[in-house]
């Protein structure tokens, strides 16, 4: 669990991030803005790297509790859905995380949210897994693998960040709420389709 000093490091490094772009927030430079010794940094975060994780990481761990509190806070399962969706679509495309740093540090960015959203698209779908799994035991979605579509749903999320636009552009608040009622509401309680092995076997003949 992230403790009281952690979260003040964490706190720090994200400002020097948002000011000046991830490779400046050095754990030199953390260290001397949160008023600590460079060791007590380097005892809790030993690399950049490990910093900079922790950093995305909780932020994206607020962005889900959030959702958590849309969720419970909605009544019935298609509005709960449809009210999670549009709320992470709509903070995808405004978190300072990514606005800010696209404005501070565009190239870096980028090529920062690529090599490391394998671990991003990992946490989000680990969250939208143990979702599935409660609302499948508490019969409000169909059973299914869950895996699978909170994979592709983490997906749909990471892509947004810097392809919006397309047969779907996902700054059109009106085309937004058709795309998740006719889409993602159905998939999230019915699953992907899967095809059978014969129907497979005879499109292949």
């Given amino acids: ?10 706190d720090v490094a994200l400002d020097r991030m948002l000011c000046t772009g991830i490779r400046e927030a050095s754990i030199e430079e953390v260290a001397r803005c949160a008023g600590l010794a460079e060791p007590d940094v380097l005892a809790r975060f030993p690399t950049p790297e490990d910093l900079v994780d922790a950093v995305l990481s909780r932020e994206v761990r607020r962005m889900l509790a959030e ?6 806070t909605t009544e019935g399962i298609d509005a709960q859905i449809e009210s999670v969706s549009l709320h992470i679509l709509a903070s995808i495309r405004s978190h300072p995380l990514v606005t ?3 404005e501070v540090t565009p190239s870096e960015s980028l090529g920062y949210y690529t090599v490391r959203g394998g671990q991003l698209v990992s946490l989000g779908s680990r969250y ?7 609302a499948q035991a508490a019969g409000l979605v169909d059973r299914y ?8 749903l ?4 990471h892509s ?27 998939l999230i309680k019915h699953g992907l389709p899967t095809l059978e092995i014969d129907h497979v076997s005879d499109r292949a003949e």
């Fill in 1 to 10: 669990m992230v403790g009281g000093l952690d979260e003040r490091i964490l």
């Fill in 67 to 72: 959702l958590t509190a849309v969720s419970v």
């Fill in 100 to 102: 800010r740093l696209l």
């Fill in 128 to 134: 939208i897994v143990a979702i599935l799994e409660h």
């Fill in 145 to 152: 693998d869950p895996q699978p579509t909170a994979e592709m």
């Fill in 154 to 157: 983490a997906r749909l999320a």
């Fill in 160 to 186: 947004l960040l810097f392809v919006p636009e397309g047969e779907t552009d996902f700054r059109d608040t009106d085309r937004v709420h058709a795309f998740v009622l006719d889409t993602i509401v159905p």
